[in-house]
């Protein structure tokens, strides 16, 4: 190895960031070598007086006045505006969740909520029919409600819900009325083989 | 002020600061800021060389820090880290204003007559002694005349007490280019330092010295 390639390392081996082989190598060279070991006395020389006197700069005395504030104002905004970037960012989904829920309630019990008959008082605009009942009618699923209006329910179902095929019927029964989702095709076959 | 500069971080403490910060915890993060502007305005003016645009660059990087906090894995030491996007920052910075001495280039050596021309800058001449603070501005102002990439590491080491794994770290170089960038900023500082050094202005210094290594 060159005496300059020793110099070089002679800075890393003042820093103590040679390992135990290259340090011995490097002492015997110097033991050896003047120039190398003028250079490693002028390199520590320099180290020393580096560490020991350098003056960091500092800033005007008033400069961290606000500073970390306006760090912090940048990163995270103020809890006043964190609800406003709240409301803004959940806004849209809130509103899209609401909507699903209520469509899905709606579906559900519109649906798939089919319990046992229980007595229907007057004010009842459906009936509830059992699962049983449901299922000896030429229907999907029967279902109950309580909406006021009977019509208007029917006509919300089949606009919005009812796949082709299906359509809402009404029934008086001696508790009121009942809703059920008929299944055209199926219908027309029970017919058939009714007849 | 070295020594303030090689000041102990609790590193309990700052795992906590830490833990806290990546959960968005501004109290936590005002205290890291607290903590660590002092030295890293001094590192990002060494790189500016401006006031204005240190504290500049000094925020940014601890809008970086915060922002990116989650993906510090604490491999390294936090300033490590910091260090790092402060002197990415810092660099781009001084290239936007075409700052002189910004390259990163190892070679980008200044004309010797600039590098030797101290006294002309209102700085002691070799004749007069040299006190504590004259020997700082004068160290100061030699360092200011180093090519930036040997000017960082040389400060990275000798101030901040940077390993050389940590200074690849934070310049995004190999350790061996650290050694080498080490070794001629050196040589340069020695060179410009020379005729204060033979006129023995400085050897009390010298001899006050501690804690060196070798």
């Given at each position: 190895m060159s005496c300059e390639d020793n110099k070089i390392?002679?800075?890393?081996?003042?820093?103590?960031?040679?390992?135990?082989?290259?340090?011995?190598?490097?002492?015997?060279h110097l033991e050896k070598c003047p120039a190398c070991a003028a250079?490693?006395?002028?390199?520590?020389?320099?180290r020393k007086i580096v560490r020991k006197n350098f003056i960091p700069p500092e800033p005007p005395p008033d400069k961290w006045n606000g500073f970390n504030q306006?760090?912090?104002?940048?990163?995270?905004?103020?809890?006043?505006?964190?609800?406003?970037?709240?409301?803004?960012?959940?806004?849209?989904?809130?509103?899209?969740?609401?909507?699903?829920?209520?469509?899905?309630?709606?579906?559900?019990?519109?649906?798939?909520?089919?319990?046992?008959?229980?007595?229907?008082?007057?004010?009842?605009?459906?009936?509830v029919v059992s699962t049983e009942q449901a299922s000896q009618l030429p229907v999907k699923v029967a279902v109950s409600t309580p909406h006021p209006s009977v019509s208007r329910f029917c006509e919300v179902l089949s606009t919005n819900y009812l796949k082709p095929g299906y359509e809402t019927r009404d029934f008086p029964t001696e508790n009121g009325k009942m809703v059920i989702i008929m299944n055209k095709a199926e219908e027309k076959k029970n017919l058939e083989n009714k007849n | 002020m070295g020594v303030v500069l090689m000041a102990k971080i609790d590193t309990n403490e700052e795992s906590q600061l830490i833990f806290?910060?990546?959960?968005?915890?501004?109290?936590?993060?005002?205290?890291?800021?607290?903590?660590?502007r002092d030295r890293a305005y001094a590192m990002a003016y060494s790189i500016v060389h401006n006031?204005?645009?240190?504290?500049?660059?000094?925020?940014?990087?601890?809008?970086?820090?915060?922002?990116?906090?989650?993906?510090?894995?604490?491999?390294?030491?936090?300033?490590?880290?910091?260090?790092?996007?402060?002197?990415?920052l810092a660099v781009d910075c001084a290239r936007r204003k075409k700052n002189t001495n910004v390259s990163l280039d190892d070679e980008d050596a200044l004309p010797s007559e600039q590098t030797l021309d101290i006294a002309a800058h209102g700085t002691p001449t070799p004749s007069d002694e040299l006190d504590r603070r004259e020997l700082g501005e004068l160290l100061n102002q030699c360092l200011s005349r180093i090519p930036l990439a040997q000017r960082t590491a040389v400060l990275l080491c000798d101030v901040e007490g940077l390993s050389y794994a940590e200074i690849a770290e934070v310049m995004q170089i190999a350790?061996?280019?650290?050694?080498?960038?080490?070794h001629y900023g050196r040589q340069r500082l020695a060179a410009m330092l020379e005729p204060?050094?033979?006129?023995?202005?400085?050897?009390?210094?010298?001899?006050?010295?501690?804690?060196?290594?070798?």
């Amino acid at each position: 190895m060159s005496c300059e390639d020793n110099k070089i390392k002679i800075t890393a081996l003042i820093d103590g960031e040679l390992d135990a082989g290259e340090q011995n190598r490097l002492r015997r060279h110097l033991e050896k070598c003047p120039a190398c070991a003028a250079e490693k006395l002028a390199q520590s020389r320099l180290r020393k007086i580096v560490r020991k006197n350098f003056i960091p700069p500092e800033p005007p005395p008033d400069k961290w006045n606000g500073f970390n504030q306006a760090i912090l104002n940048r990163v995270a905004p103020t809890p006043l505006a964190r609800v406003s970037q709240l409301r803004v960012r959940w806004a849209t989904p809130l509103a899209l969740a609401a909507s699903l829920a209520i469509v899905f309630g709606v579906l559900y019990f519109a649906l798939f909520r089919v319990e046992p008959q229980i007595p229907v008082d007057g004010n009842q605009s459906l009936a509830v029919v059992s699962t049983e009942q449901a299922s000896q009618l030429p229907v999907k699923v029967a279902v109950s409600t309580p909406h006021p209006s009977v019509s208007r329910f029917c006509e919300v179902l089949s606009t919005n819900y009812l796949k082709p095929g299906y359509e809402t019927r009404d029934f008086p029964t001696e508790n009121g009325k009942m809703v059920i989702i008929m299944n055209k095709a199926e219908e027309k076959k029970n017919l058939e083989n009714k007849n | 002020m070295g020594v303030v500069l090689m000041a102990k971080i609790d590193t309990n403490e700052e795992s906590q600061l830490i833990f806290r910060c990546k959960n968005k915890d501004r109290e936590a993060f005002d205290q890291l800021i607290e903590k660590y502007r002092d030295r890293a305005y001094a590192m990002a003016y060494s790189i500016v060389h401006n006031n204005e645009d240190a504290v500049d660059v000094l925020q940014e990087a601890f809008i970086k820090v915060f922002e990116n906090i989650g993906s510090f894995k604490g491999d390294s030491r936090f300033y490590t880290w910091l260090y790092r996007i402060l002197f990415n920052l810092a660099v781009d910075c001084a290239r936007r204003k075409k700052n002189t001495n910004v390259s990163l280039d190892d070679e980008d050596a200044l004309p010797s007559e600039q590098t030797l021309d101290i006294a002309a800058h209102g700085t002691p001449t070799p004749s007069d002694e040299l006190d504590r603070r004259e020997l700082g501005e004068l160290l100061n102002q030699c360092l200011s005349r180093i090519p930036l990439a040997q000017r960082t590491a040389v400060l990275l080491c000798d101030v901040e007490g940077l390993s050389y794994a940590e200074i690849a770290e934070v310049m995004q170089i190999a350790e061996g280019t650290v050694m080498s960038r080490l070794h001629y900023g050196r040589q340069r500082l020695a060179a410009m330092l020379e005729p204060y050094l033979q006129e023995g202005k400085i050897s009390q210094v010298e001899n006050e010295s501690n804690g060196q290594t070798e």
